[in-house]
């Protein structure tokens, strides 16, 4: 079984933080996504990756930052974290090449105070 | 322009009976692929279901299945004989193309929240 893990399920910061989220899979996926959800707007993608150290920015990028040290693990970065912010954020990761598969983790519940 | 539309935002269904869930897409590439996630109360995305754009038949997976209408650009999905637990938002996605030679990522629809009642 594919397994996308999150560092934390819920996460209470303050203003002016710095904030880290973790995503890791065990299955050797070239790809991984972060996105983020909010009511009535459905997902969306904040940055990917395709391999080590390659990142690409995806459509809500300003204010986050990513980095992939390592296949397994694509972590997502609030420089300062502020109120907007507030937000679910899931993980992904899926195959280069295989186009009929994205798994996500459980995702991360961050209120920013 | 929406990539995905997903026009009901809520919907109702009795228990056994069966939904559609309707989703249209917008995109200008041959090649796309559509898939539907259920969220549940939990939160996790749970991948239910996936049509590629060159599949000649309509994707199955147990009591889903993909109403896929090209022409329309049309991919509701149906869900049979509906359980207490379907209960949940259900999300319809696209991933069109190739994005710097690699998979690309998926296009979210706003969801739909089904609401199954005893």
């Known amino acids: 079984d594919v397994k996308v893990t999150q560092s934390s399920r819920y996460l209470v910061k303050r203003t002016g933080e710095k904030v880290f989220l973790e995503c890791v899979q065990d299955?050797?996926?070239?790809?991984m996504f972060w996105y983020r959800q909010d009511p009535g707007l459905g997902l969306r993608l904040i940055y990917f990756s395709y391999d080590v150290k390659m990142k690409e920015k995806g459509d809500i990028p300003e204010g986050y930052s990513v980095s992939r040290e390592k296949k397994e693990r694509f972590s997502l970065i609030l420089e300062s974290a502020s109120t907007n912010q507030t937000s679910m954020y899931l993980c992904?990761?899926?195959?280069?090449?295989?186009?009929?598969?994205?798994?996500f983790g459980p995702g991360t519940r961050l209120t920013v105070l | 322009a929406q990539k995905i539309t997903q026009t009901q935002p809520g919907m109702f269904v009795q228990e056994k009976e069966a939904v559609t869930l309707d989703c249209t897409y917008d995109?200008?590439?041959?090649?796309?692929?559509l898939f539907w996630y259920k969220q549940p109360s939990s939160g996790e995305m749970i991948f239910l279901i996936y049509q590629g754009s060159y599949d000649e038949q309509n994707a199955t997976e147990g009591r889903y299945s993909l109403n896929f209408q090209k022409a329309r650009k049309s991919a509701n999905l149906v869900i049979s004989a509906s359980q207490l637990g379907d209960s949940a938002m259900y999300f319809c996605?696209?991933?069109?193309?190739?994005?710097?030679?690699?998979?690309?990522?998926?296009?979210f629809g706003k969801g739909t929240k089904l609401s199954v009642k005893p």
């Open positions: 299955m050797d996926h070239e790809n």
């Open positions: 995109t200008s590439d041959q090649s796309y692929g």
């Open positions: 996605a696209m991933r069109e193309g190739y994005y710097g030679g690699s998979q690309g990522n998926l296009i």
């Open positions: 992904a990761s899926g195959l280069a090449g295989r186009w009929n598969e994205q798994f």
